[in-house]
């Protein structure tokens, strides 16, 4: 017999009344999952690359989205968001639903594993598409294991979703909103992804370093080291966040690579930290390197944000 916590627990996170965008333990997500009632149970997303991975073990009722669907090439910049449209009908046919509770996750293990980012990647989409009951599963498929709930082989699709009327565009920005953003007092441009990347030693950009006026906070610093999937409480990294200046007062733009690393920064300092307000440019620096014809500036060097 479930407990009365259990119950409780199911009853709240089950409405959308209590619609929000944040974190669920795996026992609160599995125990949504057994609901006696399959019309109250979560929609469930596996936003894994890896389809084999799907298949080899998945939460119970996980319907497989590859995060990459959401994406393509446009005007040759590669891994650009699809237009609306399409997104839409993607989001449709996965399940998603403006009144239901959505459980996202993917694989948790310790870096270079990034899977994490495939997950709050499809959370800032839905976001933006206006969906409002959303929670990540801490730790994800790891945790999952490592609580003793058994995975499953079995397929599972859900019935044809209905999107909210209403979206919510604004938590993304564009290039001109970041130009607009560097330099003025309150406003902080956050560059997620690792220090090598932010001083220009890569061997992965087309040009190097990253945009005139961002901090280098990499994403890593906000999960633990052993599951990437799992996110530490914001008590731990209140200190470190505030010494680089990465605070609840602050206009925060994130960016990144391709925008999976900045929409981890965005979930957490948004969605964990409760800050009130961050916003991801999808664009990213992939997109950055592109424009009018390579001319934007670039920085290379520098120090990650709060090292010294």
């Not at 914001?234 to 200046?245: H, M, N």
């Not at 409760?274 to 999808?282: F, K, S």
Request: glycine share 8%.
């Amino acid at each position: 017999m479930k407990s009365i916590l259990s119950l409780l627990t199911i009853a709240l996170l089950s409405t959308a009344a209590h619609a929000e965008i944040a974190l669920i333990t795996c026992a609160d997500a599995k125990a949504l999952i057994e609901h006696p009632d399959a019309s109250k149970r979560p929609i469930v997303l596996d936003t894994r690359g890896g389809y084999k991975d799907y298949f080899r073990g998945h939460l119970p009722t996980a319907h497989h989205i590859n995060f990459d669907t959401l994406r393509g090439t446009n005007e040759a910049v590669p891994v650009q968001y699809l237009p609306d449209d399409l997104t839409s009908a993607l989001l449709i046919r996965a399940g998603v639903d403006k009144d239901r509770l959505h459980l996202i996750y993917a694989t948790g293990d310790a870096l270079p594993n990034d899977e994490i980012l495939s997950s709050t990647m499809v959370v800032h989409v839905l976001e933006k598409f206006g969906v409002q009951n959303i929670r990540i599963v801490d730790g994800g498929l790891a945790e999952w294991k490592k609580q003793g709930f058994a995975p499953t082989q079995e397929y599972f699709g859900n019935p044809t979703g209905t999107l909210p009327e209403k979206r919510n565009p604004g938590t993304a920005v564009t290039i001109t909103d970041v130009q607009a953003h560097v330099g003025k007092p309150g406003n902080v441009l956050v560059d997620a992804r690792p220090i090598n990347e932010f001083r220009g030693e890569d061997e992965v950009w087309l040009r190097k370093g990253h945009i005139p006026g961002a901090i280098s906070f990499h994403w890593a610093r906000l999960v633990e080291k052993d599951n990437t999937h799992k996110f530490k409480p914001f008590t731990e990294v209140k200190a470190e966040l505030e010494k680089a200046g990465i605070t609840p007062d602050k206009n925060i733009i994130a960016y990144c690579g391709t925008s999976r690393e900045g929409s981890l920064l965005l979930f957490y300092l948004k969605h964990v930290a409760g800050y009130p307000n961050v916003r991801l440019y999808e664009g990213a620096w992939k997109e950055y390197v592109w424009l009018k014809n390579k001319s934007l500036p670039a920085e290379t060097g520098g120090d990650a944000a709060g090292s010294k």
